[in-house]
Each structure stands twice: as C-alpha cells, then as structure tokens.
C-alpha cells in the first residue's frame, strides 16, 4: 500500500512561509530600487546592452528605428535610432542613456529613454552564433526566425506573432514549461545509461534520482542563463526545482498550494515578474492544468492524457481572445498542433544537429498559410475578469468547475459564429 502523500503548508505554517516571503520581497525591493538610483543619479548613464528587437516606426511624418534592448541584469528598456542605423539585432551595444526621467514602476515593468550609442560590438556571443548556424540551414527569414525563436528566444517579428496567435500556437514559439518538460525528459533519457554505468561500478550507495536531477536541473539553469532568463521559462524552472524539492520529501506537488508557493517565491525574488503577461500566461497554464488533475484524478492516465489539451485549449481561450483577439477557422486546430509538437521539438533539435534542419520547412510554411484567414474577435476585459472569478472558486467546489467550462466553451461559440 502506498504511502498518501501530504500537504505542503497547515495554516500556521503558510503564516509563517508568508511573513518570511514579504521580507524577502522588501530586501528584493531595496535592492532593486538602489539599482535604479544608479541609472537616475546623473543626467547620463554608460550601459552595455543587447538588442532583442529593432523595427522601423513612422510618427508625425518622422521615420525611425525602435530597439529594445536588455541588459546581463536583466533590466529591459525602449530607445530609438536614425532610420538609416544599421541592423544591429542580437548584438551588444555600449550606450550613454537619458534616464533622469524615469520612475522606480517603469523601472521594475519597460521605460522608453533617449540614448547615444557608443560602440557596437563586432564580438559574436554565443547566441548570435546559434542564431547564424539555424540561419545557414534555412532559406526563408520568417523559416529562420521561428527556429531563432524556439532554440535561443529570439523574439518573432510581429508578422509571425500575429500569424501564430491567429493558429492558437503562439505559446509553442515562446519557450516556457513545455519546452522545459521536452527537454528535461530527453536530459534524463540520455544521462540516466550513462550515469547507471559509472553507479553500478563505483557509488552504488548514490540516490540515482536525486543525482540525475541535479544534473539535469544545472544543464537547464546554464540554458536558462544563455537565454537570458525568459518569464515563462523562469517560472517553468523554479517549479521544476519546487516540485523536485517537494517530491523528495514526500509532499504532494499536484496542488494548488505547490503553484502558489513558486508564484510567491518567483515574485519575492524577481519583482519585475509581477509586470509581466508571459509570466501570468504560463501560471494561468499551469493552473488550468492542476485544475484538471485535482477534480478528475479518478480517471484514468490514457484519458486524462488525452482530456487535459482540450482542457486547457478551451480554458485558455478567453485569455487569447481578450488580449490578442485573433481568430481563424483553425485556432482549434491547436490542440493537435500542440500534441504533435511533443514530437517536433526534440526532432528538429536533433535535425538541425546534423545538419538538417530544413526538414520541415515546407510543413510550416503551410501552416503559416492557412493564417490568412484569420479575423478580430474583440471582447470586453469584464468577460476575463468573470473567466478568473469562476476559475478561483473552482478550486473549492467542483460545480464551479462545470460553470466555467460552460463559460469558457460559450467563448469558442461566440468567436466560431463571428468569423462564419
């Protein structure tokens, strides 16, 4: 008979975890705004940046370019250039910036200042180096970018954006959990031989489990770094190291209280995060899906397995449609896109390791195609804020849990019956 598994916090003890949580979030905070007074002390600021996006934009008859960089620190901001400034996406800038102006919220979120640059380095980084051998394996730009976008987060261009939202499969281009949880497998797929080879000759007393995990879980943390820490994937990685943490000590991880201790957790030590859709996007994805496990655990793993994309495609909805509001006839074809996409991941991985990447170019480009379809369904914010009033009381009483389906399948009526 197995061992029940139990729960994270008593009531006492979640007190005590949130009392702790605040000061960490003070000490965050002070932190975080000293770092500020530094960029807003002097008229001026000297930074070194890298360039993520770089766009044409045309205002009162003026034409010019738009960049938006980041910093090592992370520290994510908007400056402009002359319309003739070169193409400089992915490469690190030396800048003296105008931040004087500039408050501790726009700070902590994206603020927009006034910029010189100094130097453009001709070093390439090692990102710039993935980006230029994917580039080498594909013909088409738009080809390239979704690949740049799915192997080193390079930001889509907003063609592409558009394109993806419109199929439902924008959360595939963003590398977050899933992705995570495709690579964190095949990590363990191929160190697990290795690892029991060296362990059966020479540390048979090691816990194979822990020791693999730690493995795995450095090799993510270095991709994550080289990535520059994306939201979603931050967030996939500190629940991954949660719910390992938990697991270990017999403490059950499918739990709403396993969720919220890595939100608060994240948002104490990254306050930005709280600004940031892409990180409330995947929480939302993630919530959807223990939503499922917790009040349809009795059923069986092949149909929760085959329950759970319709689940969160249908539940997820009415956050597509209220921020982005892009639809087509084949935004519910996502669900097999998603499904499949298990598969294409680590394949076009392996297909771009040997020189082959081009494979399924012709697949995507027809894809991309049937995106021309696509039409604006637009709905008041309210109908979010009723689809996450329902979702919250959902935890507690799974009659809820039947509204908000309902609720939610009323959206997909509505945008069906809009665009025919």
Known sequence: MALERVELFNKKEFLSFFLLALFILAYSLLINFQNYKNLTRFDSYIINATVLKQYAKT???RSYQVLKLKTDSGLAFYTGA?????DVKGKELTLKIYAGEVSFYEYLTTFYAYSKVQNI???????QGLNSYIASQHKSEHITNIYQALFSATPLNKDLQTTFSTLGVSHLLAISGFHLGVLSGLLFFLI???????????FPYRNSKSDIFLIVAFSLLLYLNFLDSPPSLLRAFGMLVVGFVL???????????????TVILLLVIFPSLLFSLGFWLSISGVFYIFLFLIHFKHLSKIWQFILIPFWVYILMLPFSLVIFGNFSIYHPLSIIWTTLFTLFYPLSIFLHLIGQGDLFDGVLESLMLLAQS????????????LHIGLSIMSIFKKSFVWLL??????????AINHIT
């Open 59 to 61: 205002k009162d008859s």
């Open 247 to 261: 697991y270990d000590r017999g403490i059950k991880i499918i739990s709403m209280q396993t969720l919220l201790l």
């Open 82 to 86: 002359k319309d003739s400034f070169a």
């Open 121 to 127: 380095s001709e070093v390439k980084t090692l990102k």
């Open 405 to 414: 389906l309902f609720f939610s399948l009323s959206f997909l009526i509505y």
């Open 192 to 202: 697990r031989p290795l690892y029991n080879f060296f362990q059966n000759r020479y």
């Open 374 to 385: 696509q039409e604006t369904v637009e709905l008041e914010t309210s109908w979010l804020v």
